[in-house]
């Protein structure tokens, strides 16, 4: 069974322009995942989708950042404009079940570098 | 309010028992995790343990919770080299909602 994957693995951008993440999860998951992981800060949680419906998106930093799951599959998260601030890692996460314990699994994530 | 602590940097010599420690503040999490994270690599979950178990063993891997201090540890025995990575101690809420508050990853080094 395929993993989380997510594209790029790596992007390299000028502040000012857009950037589209992408992350597919786990075939049958109805729960997504973005966290970021800032330089030398913790891993922080962004937003969550259960199908196509946000569920939380109290970590979102700020309206440049918008994220879509069309058809409760893949998701992306765009940034626009794109601030020097916003480098970090992007991962990805799914989990299986809304209700359950089940545990998220993680893709390999985003290293966006804002230049 | 969320907030896991833990070490920034360990190293250990191959072979010996490697320890590393986490401190949360919310008595109400209900899963404590380690991940692992490899260089380049994604995250990827070590192990978990529910907030009403003191200890958990899986092979190499033994994790202590001390709830009553909000400590959690975990100990590898006979680290290998390729235990050398970024572990992240993380936890989260009951009630299903499966939001992960994660330490700032503590770096273990295996000197060979």
């Known amino acids: 069974e395929a993993g989380v994957t997510q594209f790029p693995s790596h992007s390299v951008i000028e502040k000012g322009q857009t950037v589209t993440l992408r992350c597919d999860p786990i075939?049958?998951?109805?729960?997504l995942y973005w966290y970021r992981r800032v330089m030398g800060k913790e891993i922080k949680f962004l937003l969550h989708?259960?199908?196509?419906?946000?569920?939380?998106e109290s970590g979102m930093p700020n309206n440049r950042f918008l994220a879509e799951r069309t058809g409760g599959t893949y998701s992306t998260l765009k940034v626009q404009p794109a601030e020097l601030e916003d480098s970090g890692v992007y991962f990805c996460?799914?989990?299986?079940?809304?209700?359950?314990?089940?545990?998220?699994?993680f893709g390999p994530g985003t290293r966006l570098t804002v230049l | 309010g969320e907030d896991v602590e833990q070490s920034l940097f360990l190293s250990v010599r191959e072979g010996d028992s490697s320890v590393i420690n986490c401190t949360y503040t919310?008595?109400?999490?209900?899963?404590l995790y380690w991940y692992k994270q490899e260089p380049g690599a994604g995250l990827q979950l070590l192990t978990y343990?529910?907030?009403?178990?003191d200890m958990k063993q899986d092979q190499r891997l033994t994790v202590l919770l001390n709830k009553k201090d909000k400590h959690l540890s975990l100990r590898i025995a006979d680290t290998q080299t390729g235990d050398s990575a970024i572990y992240f101690c993380?936890?989260?809420?009951?009630?299903?909602?499966?939001?992960?508050?994660f330490g700032i990853g503590t770096k273990l080094q295996v000197i060979p």
């Open positions: 075939s049958g998951h109805d729960n």
């Open positions: 989708f259960v199908k196509e419906s946000k569920q939380d």
């Open positions: 919310d008595s109400s999490s209900t899963y």
């Open positions: 993380a936890e989260s809420f009951s009630g299903g909602y499966q939001k992960v508050t």
């Open positions: 996460a799914s989990s299986q079940d809304w209700a359950s314990s089940d545990t998220q699994y």
């Open positions: 343990i529910f907030s009403n178990m």
